[in-house]
T-cell receptor, first 115, second 113 residues
């Protein structure tokens, strides 16, 4: 149980285009989802926290107009990287938790390469 | 603010060697502590956790004890295998609902046969 999927697993796009990444909790209701970014050989950096049905809370330094997060249902959150640039190339990972449980379950990540 | 500090890697061991990866934390209140593992090309998987002082988390031969007096949560395994080669992340979670995880920088473990 507690499986989180991400789609796509990797994507290559041209500079200036927008990319949408989906995060789904497959067998539980995710009241809270988190989006992280991981650079090569670095730790995970929290980008934003989203609760179902409400606006995401972004970490300091993360542009909310560039990284659009939608958490419209208890099983789906999306991250849209708008007008992507090469410096947005990274590994994006989502995680999900339910209710008051502390354990987060992570998706397999999406590798984005912007040319 | 809250933070997690892990020992610098990479850690290189021979098969069946003893493993220790140090992790210390700074936090207000009583956080929960986690170890996550990331195998090459994959996402993070929860390895073990502890939610209060003196708790011991264990899984797949790995253990870590929540030491409040030393603010530590060191990961240990008595005999590593080649398949344990991965990046290990120590993390903490505040005790408020909806709190995100705060990760250490990760420690790369490489085990050779």
């Amino acid at each position: 149980g507690a499986v989180v999927s991400q789609h796509p697993s990797w994507v290559i796009c041209k500079s200036g285009t927008s990319v949408k990444i989906e995060c789904r909790s497959l067998d539980f209701q995710a009241t809270t989802m988190f989006w992280y970014r991981q650079f090569p050989k670095q730790s995970l950096m929290l980008m934003a926290t989203s609760n179902e049905g409400s606006k995401a809370t972004y970490e300091q330094g993360v542009e909310k107009d560039k990284f659009l997060i939608n958490h419209a249902s208890l099983t789906l959150s999306t991250l849209t990287v708008t007008s992507a640039h090469p410096e947005d190339s990274s590994f994006y990972i989502c995680s999900a938790r339910t209710g008051s449980q502390e354990t987060q379950y992570f998706g397999p990540g999406t590798r984005l390469l912007v040319l | 603010g809250d933070s997690v500090t892990q020992m610098e890697g990479p850690v290189t061991l021979s098969e069946e060697a003893f493993l220790t990866i140090n992790c210390t934390y700074t936090a207000t209140g009583y956080p929960s502590l986690f170890w996550y593992v990331q195998y090459p090309g994959e996402g993070l998987q929860l390895l073990l956790k502890a939610t209060k002082a003196d708790d011991k988390g264990s899984n797949k031969g790995f253990e870590a004890t929540y030491r409040k007096e030393t603010t530590s949560f060191h990961l240990e395994k008595g005999s590593v295998q080649v398949s344990d080669s991965a990046v290990y992340f120590c993390a903490l979670s505040g005790n408020q609902a909806g709190t995100a995880l705060i990760f250490g920088k990760g420690t790369t473990l490489s085990v050779s046969s």
